[in-house]
């Protein structure tokens, strides 16, 4: 790196005052942009056990900002959450922050919120965190089938299903898709899609490893529903 970029670079860095805590949910400047990179808007989680993956786990522009959920792995870790990014790149991590694993997200258009993670928004900008789906790993939500209206479906990466009602948030599980698709004993679920059209639900698993490899097992899911009746698996692959 050239040296002025690294002189750049350091600048940037939050400066640490002796004694005094800085405001995580503060409103921050972009810092200074090294290349077409601003530092300051990495994430990081800095808490004990946050050591093996963070980042951000899913993007929408939505109220005039750009909200970005934090993607910590196996819900391990602390320090991230909701981030709220403005049109002159003054950000923040949002006071409702929950630290998780989250990369689902959806506008409802019907009533004009977006659901991204386990949050909530709706179009002046007023956050609710659903605090089931908060514990949750949620990777996808998709419209519900027969009340698309007034509900949502989320998924989340172990198998369980929600049906999520946009207005009071009250969450109900519709079922353990590890049950209802018949992953092998011993398995790890790892759902990664979700998506509903033309009257059907369709979910993905790509969970893989070496006995899926060596042909003990095949813990892979594609599989779709119809709202009502037994869920079809169309293929045992990883997807």
């Not at 869920?231 to 997807?239: K, N």
Request: glycine residues 10%.
């Amino acid at each position: 790196m050239p040296l002025g970029a690294l002189l750049a670079l350091l600048a940037a860095l939050p400066a640490q005052s002796d004694g005094q805590e800085v405001d995580p949910h503060a409103w921050r400047g972009p810092g200074e942009r090294v290349g077409h990179v601003y530092p300051e808007l990495t994430v990081s989680a800095p808490g004990v056990g946050s050591r093996t993956e963070a980042g951000i786990g899913a993007l929408v522009p939505w109220a005039d900002r750009l909200w970005a959920v934090g993607y910590v792995a196996h819900k391990r870790g602390s320090g991230i959450g909701l981030y709220e990014i403005r049109s002159d790149l003054s950000w923040r991590m949002h006071p409702a922050s929950v630290t998780g694993t989250y990369a689902g997200r959806m506008v409802h258009w019907e009533s004009e919120q977006v659901f991204i993670g386990p949050y909530a928004i709706d179009a002046q900008g007023a956050v609710r965190v659903v605090d089931v789906l908060a514990a949750e790993r949620v990777t996808a939500i998709a419209r519900h089938l027969s009340a698309p209206r007034d509900k949502v479906l989320v998924l989340a990466m172990e198998g369980p299903l929600y049906e999520l009602d946009v207005r009071t948030l009250e969450t109900t599980k519709v079922c353990d898709l590890t049950e209802e698709l018949a992953l092998p004993p011993g398995s790890q679920p790892h759902f990664k899609g979700m998506a509903s059209a033309q009257g059907r639900l369709v979910v993905a698993n790509n969970s893989y490893d070496e006995r899926d490899y060596l042909g003990k097992h095949a813990a892979g899911r594609l599989a779709w529903w119809d709202g009502e009746g037994a869920w079809e698996t169309l293929e045992e692959s990883p997807y």
